[in-house]
């Protein structure tokens, strides 16, 4: 068992994201996680993604605020609790639309290594 407090986190950054504080609370150097990885991201209003694809399946779990998820031109909005699974190669945009940060989960495996 490993537990993590948050303010132990390790910052990381994501590419494509602006207005986002990323925070690896398991997996990777934070953990012995075989399978897959644990960020905390923290979106400040008007932050957000932009439109991009990984071949990394992936989940998101709002914790709190409001996060507009953008696929094909269509909106989804996830609120505190919601969450979305995103397929491999498939394209999304998020934003934070509110005027208050919004924070959610990320979960996602490992990349491949060849």
Request: glycine fraction near 0%; proline fraction near 0%.
């Given at each position: 068992?490993?537990?993590?407090?948050?303010?132990?986190a390790v910052p990381y950054d994501a590419p494509g994201?602006?207005?986002m504080r990323g925070l690896r609370l398991q997996g990777w150097d934070?953990?012995?996680a075989a399978n897959f990885w644990v960020g905390f991201s923290q979106f400040l209003p008007n932050g957000g993604a932009e439109k991009d694809a990984s071949p990394l399946e992936k989940v998101y779990v709002v914790l709190e605020g409001e996060i507009t998820?953008?696929?094909d031109g269509t909106e989804y909005t996830l609120k505190a609790h919601d969450s979305c699974h995103i397929d491999p190669?498939?394209?999304?945009e998020i934003?934070?639309?509110t005027n208050l940060t919004a924070t959610?989960?990320?979960i996602m495996p490992y990349p491949k290594i060849k």
């Open positions: 068992m490993k537990i993590n407090r948050l303010e132990d994201h602006f207005d934070m953990s012995d998820i953008i696929k190669h498939e394209a999304r934003i934070n639309k959610m989960l990320v």
